[in-house]
């Protein structure tokens, strides 16, 4: 089997994702803030590109129970129930609710992605669960990394070198240059992942604007032992008996 | 001043180039070549697309000494007078000549810059001659790594990493976190870059199909101390008091 990393959001045009294992890696904060919100109860995440996109959403759901999360430049939007920072989804919050997400990075590589076979989100909070479920489908791999505001990002990077480093713990995988660069920039930071996040350029903006705390829940590893996925443009979690 | 390496050619649309610097780097084995053959007294380079644009522009040149060089998958094109190996471009075959070079990645990535204040030739063989010309213009610097078939390459990013720590002996950058993870995967190869050649796919391949003795030439590190330029569609060398 193949591994392979995405490095930049440009190359979701021209990246063959058919029948392909494809991890959405969005560790500052989308695909965090996702397990975080399944982890807790929630029903469903809806992926949008827009805030305009996630209230037309709402209002074609016939189900009272939804909320709108989103940000942009790391900031609740406007209107908005919740933003992107995952000590905001809460048992309490989000339990049995629907909701429609739109965030500057992650959402967009959620959308970016088409005719891959399976579609699981991944960050630090799930690595093993993840690297189960990759193992379970037995496909080729590609780990997409979000980046930031249509740039590479040096966390989810890292974040997709630890999952490669887990994988062939396990299995044999054919990796490319960009998976193998990965594990490198991982073993880097292996003994303390938590600096690679505070050393990235996104790190030190949301620090600046006021999240420095979601650098520490992000940072850990394995707080959840679930794999969502995508299928028909929402993300759902079931049990995947992994 | 700011220092960012592009990671891949899809981020070729994505990048606002204008009045930066930009270093074209493909260690294996276009811009390496390009420097040999100017190292050997070639007059200019005049990068194409495809092997037919190279005959069409060696025919509206009204000079006999032009050459027609390039691969296609590693091979010499049928009916050119050079492939792609530094080895091939001697003194006795350049000194004097125009060189139509097509290459799978150097020649895209030449092709794709567009607005560029400086567009520089680099590669292990001129690090620090282009460093010294990249201080001399003092302005904002992007080093591109040409990839490999529409894929990221190791090697070339080990390149820029070297560019990025030596440009950071002397001056301060503001460096991005692509330039951050260059400069670490460099580090892990410093001691021994010959090996991240033998490492990345592309290293492996030209092995593969007998070109084993490259690596060892693109490996050199400062064989030459010139730096070649873009400017009006041709690469050029003149002193740059460097």
Known sequence: MNIDVLLHPAEFKVRDFEGKVVVIIDVLRAT?????AFANGCKR?????????AMEVKYTIIDACTLLGGERRGIKIN????????????????QGQNIVLTTTNGTKALRGVRGAGSIFIGALSNISALCRACHKVGEDIILVTSGRAGSFSLEDLV?????????RETSTYKETDAAFAAQLLFSHFKRDIKTALYTSEHGRYLCEIGFESDLEICAQVDTYDIVPFLANENINYSELNI
Chains 1, 2 share one sequence.
């Open 45 to 53: 995440v809806i992926p949008v590109l827009t805030p305009e996109e």
């Open 159 to 167: 974040c997709a070198g630890m999952i490669v480093s887990k994988l």
């Open 79 to 94: 209107g908005f129930d919740l933003g992107n920072s995952p000590s905001e989804y809460t048992r309490e919050v989000v």
């Open 32 to 36: 965090t803030t996702i397990l975080t």
